[in-house]
């Protein structure tokens, strides 16, 4: 079996907690039904924590903290870059203005 270790530095969480700069994850992932955050923590570069966005089974972004209060953001290879409109994921194909231009062309 598996573990990871859910723990983020109070500092980390900070980040996310009301107020905070990263608090918009929170209502991104309430607003979409697939989107879900989750924390690890593991030697390397997750070793002062990290918050990954979800989507479904897939993990598009992942903040990790840094010394110094920094966070480094880490984008899979296949969501570097504005999608094509075809490919655009989950709720983000039906926003209104991907359906304006739809209309439009």
Do not use: C
Request: without cysteine.
């Amino acid at each position: 079996m598996m573990y990871y270790d859910r723990r983020i530095d109070a500092s980390l969480l900070a980040q996310i907690a009301a107020g905070g700069p990263l608090h918009w994850l929170i209502d991104f992932v309430r607003d979409d039904e697939v989107a879900r955050l989750d924390f690890r923590k593991a030697l390397g570069a997750r070793s002062h924590g990290s918050i990954q966005v979800y989507m479904g089974r897939t993990s598009p972004l992942e903040m990790q903290w840094r010394t110094g209060e920094q966070v480094k953001l880490v984008a899979d290879a296949e969501y570097v870059g504005p999608p094509p409109v075809s490919s655009a994921p989950y709720g983000w194909r039906n926003s209104p203005s991907l359906n304006q231009q739809s209309a439009r062309t």
